[in-house]
């Protein structure tokens, strides 16, 4: 299980779950940046850098599917301008049409300048709907897994800094997660953020050191990693035990960009 390659015939699916209530514009750790700027950063790096995955010479090949799904306010797909109103969209679209581009000077380079393509801007505005958010993930990875059957199955990544304001999440996370495609079971990782200071709880295989009952919570939703995500972890100096999940609690801004580099790594992309 878990070991189907990714190709243009066999493409991978993965779906971002983005908290946006308005307690997302405090600070992120100790850092000056907010929880929804730093959140925002990262996930444009990260798409950015499966974009450059997907690059062979002049072409992006389409061997992910990806999604921006965010809740506060509202709840819906996130995507802005050409994309506006996609639950998923093949990665050369989103390579394609970006929100904006940014000019960026390299810091070696102050002649050489660079346009940083934005996918995702910052909101914090009203409450955390997870549970909405959740089962309007499924209504999206359920066609998709049907369509792709013979694929890895999807992959979803929920960050949030925050308990859910619309119920209990652990039942709707299990459906979430009963959702499979030949190659195993949908993938469900969490991510919380917060304004501590306090360190990180990275990649637990127990509840036991967790600090409260909301932590506990996000425990319980998330899908234990797969040894080639274990591997990729071990290899970038991150230490974990047996049956480690992708769960983060805590995370400051480092362990934020850690934790959705390896809860991405699916199995190896090929170049057909």
């Given at each position: 299980m878990y070991t189907q390659p990714i190709d243009r015939a066999h493409p991978g699916c993965i779906i971002f779950l983005v908290d946006r209530s308005t307690s997302m514009e405090e600070p992120l750790g100790a850092s000056s940046a907010s929880k929804a700027d730093s959140l925002a950063q990262a996930v444009n790096r990260l798409v950015r850098n499966l974009v450059l995955q997907c690059q062979r010479g002049e072409q992006i090949r389409d061997y992910y599917h990806l999604g921006l799904i965010g809740y506060g306010a509202t709840v819906g797909s996130i995507f802005g301008g050409d994309l506006a109103g996609h639950n998923l969209v093949p990665i050369s679209r989103v390579a394609d049409y970006p929100l904006r581009l940014v000019s960026e000077t390299l810091p070696d380079s102050p002649n050489v300048s660079l346009d940083r393509p934005i996918w995702l801007e910052p909101v914090a505005n009203g409450g955390t709907p997870m549970v909405k958010a959740i089962d309007t993930a499924g209504a999206v990875v359920v066609d998709w897994a049907n369509e792709h059957f013979d694929s890895f199955p999807p992959i979803?990544?929920?960050?949030?800094?925050?308990?859910?304001?619309?119920?209990?999440?652990?039942?709707?996370?299990?459906?979430?997660?009963?959702?499979?495609?030949?190659?195993?079971?949908l993938l469900l990782f969490n991510v919380n953020v917060s304004s501590?200071?306090?360190?990180?709880?990275?990649?637990?295989?127990?509840?036991?050191?967790?600090?409260?009952?909301?932590?506990r919570t996000l425990f319980d939703m998330s899908s234990e990693l797969t040894p080639y995500m274990v591997a990729v972890a071990r290899g970038m100096g991150l230490v974990m035990g047996e049956g480690a999940r992708g769960f983060v609690f805590n995370a400051d801004s480092g362990a934020l960009s850690e934790f959705l580099d390896v809860g991405t790594r699916v199995s190896q992309v090929t170049d057909r």
């Open positions: 979803v990544v929920n960050v949030s800094d925050g308990a859910a304001t619309d119920g209990d999440p652990r039942s709707m996370a299990e459906q979430l997660r009963s959702v499979h495609t030949r190659d195993g079971a501590s200071p306090g360190p990180a709880v990275q990649y637990p295989n127990t509840p036991r050191d967790l600090p409260d009952a909301y932590a």
